[in-house]
């Protein structure tokens, strides 16, 4: 048998490709068909909300940064993965720990957090 290339099993009918869904109900019962479908995006740094992201952090008293990722998935894929709608990361806590089981945060990191969120739309320009 001779090996085929990705591209030609499908032309041949050899395999098939799927989206895999969620489709489990929740503890509620509630069913919502959703693709298994995680899209990485990222807004250019001189995005509008990226700029006032930063400024609205320089704002709180927190030190200066360059914009970056995080290393661990939040609901942003939806709103800008999917929905196309402007989305940054920002949140109390530390990195290294976020959506793990060793998750906490610091009640002086959520005061600043609500701050900052309390100031992020007048900056927006």
Avoid at 102 to 108: E, H, K
Wanted: no cysteine; glycine share 8%; aromatic share 12%.
């Amino acid at each position: 048998m001779r090996a085929l290339a990705p591209a030609a099993l499908l032309r041949n009918g050899e395999i098939t490709v799927e989206m895999m869904k969620y489709a489990e109900p929740s503890y509620t019962g509630f069913v919502f068909p959703v693709d298994k479908y995680f899209p990485a995006w990222a807004l250019d740094e001189q995005h509008p909300l990226v700029q006032a992201g930063l400024e609205a952090a320089r704002a709180i008293g927190l030190p200066d940064h360059a914009p970056s990722k995080w290393n661990f998935s939040t609901n942003g894929i939806y709103w800008m993965g999917k929905a196309g709608i402007p989305s940054i990361g920002f949140g109390p806590g530390e990195e290294e720990t976020a959506h793990t089981t060793q998750d906490s945060v610091l009640l002086a990191d959520v005061i600043k957090a609500a701050e900052f969120y309390a100031l992020l739309p007048a900056l927006i320009r």
